[in-house]
């Protein structure tokens, strides 16, 4: 391995120091480079001048100078890695990730009895923590099954964003059953998913989005209910994801950009803490079930560039969400909707003009926020509050059939009350309670004659 800009071994003690590292650095890693490329003066110098190196130099050293530590990350580091670093016997933690590393992993160093972290991933669930972290390099080639056989407390392998080939190997959670992160992404890996993945009982992240994987997901996948992070983006995997229920413990799924076909399952709704939902750009169709809200912590949902049918949402509760900022114009699309749910949230900015534009909407709370401005005229322009009746409706949820506007308070609505309401003569309910209100009670207002509540305390 050699940084970038080298510095030749031949070179005088003097240029290695104002290179800082130059064969210095690079003796940690390829001690056989002070057998063969320097003379026994330039070894005695640069020993000495490692021994000095502090951790800002890359470096950490015990009380008696024994290098216990190498930290490589982000160095521009390019060539092949020793197998002659498993020989420092003192070495505890080796980084090496996001540098131009190629070639293949010697089994010299993942075999190693003295490293004990291989990265700067973090872990603190199993002891002796071992983490090995080779992302983004330019390594390649197959992974070697002979390489996982040495590595039986291994906790977390990141090599990502390499050039690695082959299949995934059958037999890492064999070898390592303490596997709990695999982070395989942005390779070349080919064929399917191995089945053996199913016996890393201890697995809670995996990913490999971004290679040529084929086939289906394995059905001993779908036993690996630690799983928090599931993630195989843009391969080629097919299938249905009738089994994805059984992962109880999963926060995201990520398996857009591949050839899954099929309904989303009912029992998608079994995924209480599910936050995304990536299933986007695949073959999939069927409606859109109703139990997905039952995924009460579902912030990210992408589903497009499928062949999903049916009516779009009807009902959509969204409060007591947390939600910050205008009430999005995404909205807007949402031609079917009838029944709108915003209250409770952080919202702030004026009602959009675009509301009236959801013909069949005729209930909508959007109280308990801090929405400003006045109250607009467009949402006396509403058909389903002009409407002579409403159809009944039939739902799997609770819906509201008064004709309302009972909604609006708790906010920070300024201005005089709209004559335009006076001409929603069916209106039944008027709640304006809260808000910085002003001026005169329309006296039209006595010409609603179905009015039954009307709420306007607390203004100004």
């Known amino acids: ?149 040495m590595m039986k407390s291994l906790v977390a392998l990141n090599a990502s964003n390499n050039s690695f080939t082959g299949q995934i190997p059958s037999n890492l959670c064999v070898n390592a059953p303490s596997l709990a992160v695999l982070h395989l992404s942005y390779n070349q890996f080919a064929g399917s998913i191995p089945p053996g993945l199913g016996n890393c009982s201890m697995l809670t992240s995996l990913n490999a989005g971004h290679n040529n994987l084929s086939g289906t997901l394995p059905d001993g996948l779908f036993n690996l209910t630690l799983l928090d992070h599931l993630s195989f983006p843009s391969n080629q995997l097919e299938g249905s994801l009738y089994g994805i229920s059984k992962l109880i413990n999963l926060g995201t799924l990520d398996l857009g950009g591949n050839s899954f076909s099929g309904n989303i399952p009912d029992s998608i709704g079994e995924l209480k803490i599910l936050e995304e939902l990536h299933l986007d750009h695949n073959s999939m169709s069927g409606e859109l079930p109703s139990t997905l809200s039952n995924c009460i912590n579902l912030i990210i949902i992408n589903l497009k560039s499928n062949s999903f049918s049916g009516e779009l949402t009807k009902v959509l509760a969204l409060d007591h969400c947390s939600l910050s900022g205008n009430i999005p114009f995404w909205l807007s699309k949402l031609r079917n909707l009838e029944v709108l749910l915003l209250y409770g949230n952080q919202l702030t900015g004026p009602v959009p003009g675009w509301i009236n534009s959801l013909k069949f909407l005729f209930h909508i709370n959007l109280s308990n926020n801090s929405l400003t401005g006045e109250i607009p005229t467009a949402l006396m322009d509403m058909l389903m509050l002009k409407a002579d009746k409403i159809a009944p409706k039939v739902f799997e949820l609770p819906v509201y059939k008064s004709k309302s506007l009972q909604y609006r308070m708790y906010n920070n609505f300024i201005g005089a009350i709209p004559q335009s309401i006076c001409n929603l003569t069916d209106l039944e309910m008027l709640d304006l309670s809260s808000n910085h209100l002003t001026g005169a009670i329309p006296p039209a207002l006595n010409n609603l004659h179905f009015l039954s509540e009307f709420n306007i305390s607390n203004n100004d």
């Open 1 to 149: 391995m050699k940084p970038i800009q080298k510095s030749s071994c031949s070179s005088n003690t003097s240029r290695i120091a104002m290179r800082i590292f130059g064969c210095a650095l690079v003796i940690p890693l390829f001690l056989a480079s002070l057998a063969i490329s320097c003379t026994e003066q330039e070894k005695s110098s640069m020993l000495q001048f490692i021994t000095e190196l502090s951790q800002d130099d890359g470096l950490t050293r015990s009380s008696d100078n024994t290098v216990t530590g190498i930290f490589l990350a982000s160095r521009s580091l390019q060539g092949h890695i020793s197998p002659s670093l498993g020989n420092l016997a003192g070495l505890l933690h080796l980084n090496m990730s996001h540098n131009l590393l190629s070639g293949v992993l010697p089994m010299e160093l993942v075999s190693s009895n003295s490293i004990i972290v291989l990265d700067e991933l973090q872990s603190s669930t199993l002891q002796p923590l071992q983490v090995l972290n080779i992302s983004s390099n330019l390594f390649k080639g197959r992974f070697p099954s002979t390489t996982w056989q």
